[in-house]
């Protein structure tokens, strides 16, 4: 018997296909490994992935012909043409197969990718990420890693981080592990304004949640994006940021000793850290709705950020 397709019509166009499966009577709860956790796509339906892919390159068409990218791209490259860039790295999409913002910041990163003339793999990861998505990354040419680094990150080369509407303590954790200048000159990063950060949240909070971004404030060379994608949800607040190696230089020695990890709270929290992620208890049979629903709100919290 033929398997059944249904299919979902997204607010952009994007027509989702799914494999219409029945849920085995008796259902069994089983555990993952720590770090090989990926939630379930909340329907429990996989997509057909060859069709995504189609679709896909439609969204990836659309937005390669916009103004905005022209734009974008006429901002970064005087900046990333000067440098031997070795690695781009994505950190927290969403879920790719279901949010049409998430589909658009995934083109995004790989029409830059082909405009820098960058050969190499765009690494991937969020904690969100289903199986299906990674396939779907994996059929792309990207690596998608297994393991939630929280945002720290070494820049050993010149290296292009892609933080999409990310929290800021995924920013404050990539600077803390880089934090020398030899090491950030290697940090590009494109992200949430780090400038409307430090005007917008409290500087007593900002000290607990993003002090590594007050540190830099006085060296960090930033570049708006102009919203002008059609389209306005997915871009916005978005700048390019890299820092000037000159001022690093010159900064004493006693600066660089603000080595002391970052540590949050579970009141500021925005971003699943690995030990929510690890832990966690998928069942089938429902019996565990308290752990998917932490990391379901954490989910939340990063989307309305």
């Known amino acids: 018997m033929s398997k059944q397709l249904a299919t979902d019509q997204r607010s952009d166009g994007f027509v989702l296909v799914t494999k219409n499966k029945r849920k085995p009577r008796n259902s069994v709860k089983r555990t993952t490994k720590p770090a090989d956790f990926q939630p379930d796509r909340d329907d429990k339906s996989p997509i057909d992935v060859d069709l995504f892919l189609r679709c896909f390159n439609e969204t990836q068409y659309d937005l390669k012909s916009s103004e905005y990218l022209k734009n974008t ?12 860039l070795e690695r781009i790295v994505c950190l927290g999409l969403g879920k790719v197969t279901e949010c049409p ?22 690494e991937y990861f969020d904690p969100v990420f289903c199986e299906q998505t990674i396939v779907i990354l994996e059929k792309l040419g990207g690596v998608v890693s297994r393991e939630n680094y929280e945002g720290k990150y070494s820049a050993d080369v010149a290296t292009l981080f892609y933080l999409p509407h990310c929290p800021k303590q995924i920013s404050n954790n990539l600077l803390w592990k880089n934090w020398n200048s030899q090491l950030l000159k290697n940090v590009f990063l494109i992200g949430n304004s780090f400038a409307g950060i430090v005007e917008n949240c409290p500087k007593r909070l900002l000290q607990k949640t993003g002090h590594f971004i007050l540190e830099v404030e006085d060296f960090c060379r930033e570049i708006p994006f102009d919203n002008t994608f059609r389209h306005k949800d997915i871009f916005n607040d978005t700048s390019f940021h890299y820092f000037d190696n000159s001022v690093a230089r010159e900064k004493p020695t006693k600066f660089w000793n603000l080595i002391e990890e970052p540590q949050y709270t579970d009141e500021d929290l925005e971003l699943i850290t690995r030990n929510i992620q690890k832990g966690l208890i998928i069942s089938d049979n429902g019996n565990n709705k308290g752990n998917e629903q932490n990391i379901e709100e954490a989910s939340h919290r990063i989307e309305s950020h």
């Open 101 to 122: 913002i998430s589909r658009h910041q995934l083109a995004f990163i790989r029409c830059l990718q082909e405009k820098l003339s960058f050969d190499g793999t765009i």
């Open 73 to 84: 791209v006429g901002k970064v490259l005087p900046v990333l043409g000067t440098v031997k």
